[in-house]
């Protein structure tokens, strides 16, 4: 039995502007008050686990430990099939230290060379950490084809080159409340919703 959330206010566990906005919005309908990881100084842990979910729940807990607030984290990337799954837990990492997602994309295309296989998917984990230690973990996870070269300058990361199934544009050719309806971290939180808030 999932735990239902009542608190008044929660860290958001991310320095990644662009899904700080997203989770953000998604939460507003609830009145809660958002605290982000960034505006409260807070460092970014060493993501050491092997999955998405180990690394949503490591982050929501050092937060939560951190704070004494309950903390909601997002672990996610892009998952290409033809690689077995890379870039994956290490989407960001890709992109090194300055976060040049521009290289990220193009290192993706390089190691997508000789095979035809253009499918991908996003993966979003979010876990949800109560200061006395409760987790509670979702995932989202939305389909689609890799394109070579990126289209569009909106959305962050790898959506330039990301068409998802039953859609022409990418991701990042969509306006923000288009893609926000559909996103991976969409569809997970709609499940964290459904098993932890009140409707609001």
């Known amino acids: 039995m999932a735990r239902t959330f009542d ?6 566990a991310s320095h990644n502007r662009g899904k700080a906005r997203e989770i953000a919005d998604l939460l507003a309908p609830f009145a809660i008050e958002v605290l982000s990881a960034a505006e409260l100084g807070l460092p970014e842990p060493e993501e050491t ?8 729940e490591l982050k929501a807990r050092a937060a939560t430990t951190a704070t004494g607030l309950p903390a ?5 990337g892009l998952a290409a099939l033809a690689l077995d799954g890379a870039p994956g837990i ?13 290289h990220a994309m193009r290192e993706l295309q390089a190691a997508l060379v ?19 230690g409760h987790v509670e973990v ?3 996870r939305v389909d689609g084809e890799l394109i070579w070269p990126p289209r569009g300058d909106q959305g962050f990361g790898y959506d330039p080159m990301f068409v998802p199934d039953g859609h022409r544009r990418t991701f990042g050719e969509m306006p923000y409340a288009e893609k926000q309806g559909m996103s991976h971290r969409t569809v997970a939180f709609r499940k964290l919703i459904d098993a932890c ?4």
């Open 138 to 140: 979702v995932e989202g």
């Open 7 to 12: 608190e008044p206010r929660l860290v958001l």
């Open 114 to 132: 000789g095979h035809d296989d253009r499918r991908a998917q996003f993966v979003s984990a979010l876990a949800l950490a109560w200061p006395d």
């Open 90 to 102: 290490y989407s960001a990492r890709w992109a090194g230290p300055e976060r040049d997602f521009a």
């Open 49 to 56: 686990g092997s999955t998405f979910e180990a690394n949503a």
């Open 72 to 76: 909601l984290a997002d672990d996610s």
């Open 197 to 200: 808030f009140a409707d609001p």
